[in-house]
């Protein structure tokens, strides 16, 4: 069964191996995402070092089709959020996929 990692979760595990409180761990996790946020809401690109690069992109407006009916409909246009990959970050998968310890979705 997959797993989600939650914000809670990776706060725990910061106070954890960081030796701090948990409240003093879920505060600077909040600042971390809280200042991601408003990056991104300047449309400015973040990058995390060995994990992956976070970059607005705008989207045009294009024809959509629902798959069950088939009837089509205008997708308005919007900005999206779209996440790359680091170099290190897909190694490491493409390591750990050859030894079988990254699960596939079902």
Known sequence: MN?????????????????????????VCDAMFAMIGAALMQAETVK????????????AERLGRNPRTGTEHRILPR???????????????????STSQVRQRA
């Open 48 to 59: 995390l070092t060995a994990f992956g690069s976070l970059q607005v992109r705008s989207r």
């Open 79 to 97: 900005h999206t959020v779209v996440f790359t990959p680091s170099g290190h970050l897909r190694d490491s998968l493409d390591r750990a996929a």
């Open 3 to 27: 797993k989600t990692i939650t914000r809670a979760m990776l706060s725990d595990v910061a106070a954890r191996r960081a030796g701090v409180s948990k409240a003093d761990a879920a505060a």
